[in-house]
Each structure stands twice: as C-alpha cells, then as structure tokens.
Nanobody
Framework: VQLQASGGGLVQAGGSLRLSCAAS????????IGWYRQAPGKQRELIAS???????NYADSVRGRFSISRVDTKNTVYLQMNSLKPEDTAVYYC?????????????????WGQGTEVTVSS
C-alpha cells in the first residue's frame, strides 16, 4: 500500500484547507486511516481517524474544526480543516492500518505517506 498526502499550503488564520490522502496498491487490506501532525519541536500528534465503517475519532485540539471523511471509490481520505489557527501549523501525515482500533486502543499503523506542510499565518 502506498499513501500520497497532498493539499497543504499557506493560509491565514480563520481560513480552510482540505488535505487528501490517496491510497494505491493493495487497498483492500486497509481498515483504518489516520491523520497525524508534527509541529517543529513537538511530538507527533494523532488528530483524526476513520474506520472502514466510517467511525471517526478526533483529538480535542481539532474536534469541531476538522472533519475526516473517506471516498472508497477513489481510495481517498480527506481532512477538511476549518477555522485554522497558527498552532495548527505542522507537517501533516496520513497513515493506514490493516487492523481496527488503532486510534481508540493504541497500536501502530502499517503504512505511512509522506507529509504535507500546513502553515497558518496570524
């Protein structure tokens, strides 16, 4: 499985961006997909996930502002980011797992995409 993240860029505070994570290869093996971010000098943070059944989870830092969705016919997961804040500035990564419950029960994602950079100016 290969994951390709895209959609990052520079946006002003209060603006919106939509990130995409396109999967290719053995996509039938994918169950859960998550979005991480890592800001300079900070630990990587898991901010959202979506299961094969559409169940979503969000970190408190983004709940109510970000929305994760998936279009299986396109093998793509989206992260709609609204009301962006300067503290959302980070490199965003998508990851996928063969199993379920990575977000809720811990564990590891099996596949990783390259990052896409998001910069929110004040």
């Amino acid at each position: 499985v290969q994951l390709q993240a895209s959609g990052g860029g520079l946006v002003q505070a209060g603006g919106s961006l939509r990130l995409s994570c396109a999967a290719s290869g053995s996509t039938f093996s994918i169950n859960e997909i998550g979005w991480y971010r890592q800001a300079p000098g900070k630990q990587r943070e898991l901010i959202a996930s979506i299961s094969s059944g559409g169940t979503t989870n969000y970190a408190d830092s983004v709940r109510g502002r970000f929305s994760i969705s998936r279009v299986d016919t396109k093998n793509t997961v989206y992260l709609q980011m609204n009301s962006l804040k300067p503290e959302d500035t980070a490199v965003y990564y998508c990851a996928a797992s063969r199993g379920s419950g990575v977000y809720t029960r811990g564990g590891s994602y099996n596949y990783w995409g390259q990052g896409t950079e998001v910069t929110v100016s004040s």
